[in-house]
């Protein structure tokens, strides 16, 4: 499929599974195994301050797996016509974004760790940085 054609239902929850242990669990993310892409680059947001929302942009060819790896917030996706928030809070569920998405991250928790696991490393060109150019390109 064509990027720009992607939509907000295109986008998954998925459950990548708990080594349950008393002493504590384990989640494991595994190219070729459960990542739904090969994974290039890892990032995390952090000390978000109460009330901040993060994202605000799509991406051509980038795919994503956004992970609360601690506390939680919401991500609000966007295709143009349809809009869709995923609440995240557990760290064994994975928020896979296709590319061609508008994102928004907001509403996180004192404390909370967003998790990122991208399938390119950082190009600033791959960045749609308006909303007007992300309506453009959707038609
Ligand atoms: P950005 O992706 O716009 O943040 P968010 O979507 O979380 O609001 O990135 C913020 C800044 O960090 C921007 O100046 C680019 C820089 N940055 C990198 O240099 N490398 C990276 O891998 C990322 C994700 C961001």
């Not at 002493?23 to 993310?29: P, R």
């Amino acid at each position: 499929m064509q990027q720009n054609k992607h939509t907000v239902f295109d986008s998954d929850v998925i459950d990548l599974h708990k080594i349950h242990n008393d002493a504590g669990n384990i989640t494991v993310v595994e190219n070729g195994f459960n990542a739904p892409f090969d994974v290039k680059r890892i990032y995390y947001l952090y000390d978000v301050p109460g009330g901040e929302e993060r994202g605000g942009h799509a991406h051509y060819q980038l795919e994503q797996l956004i992970i609360a790896a601690s506390g939680s917030f919401d991500v609000i996706l966007d295709d143009g016509i349809n809009k869709k928030k995923v609440s995240l809070n557990r760290p064994n569920m994975a928020l896979h974004i296709v590319p061609g998405l508008w994102r928004e991250i907001v509403n996180f928790s004192s404390g909370s760790i967003c998790l990122v696991l991208a399938s390119h490393k950082y190009d600033e060109n791959d960045y749609i940085r308006t909303y007007d150019e992300f309506i453009e390109y959707k038609k």
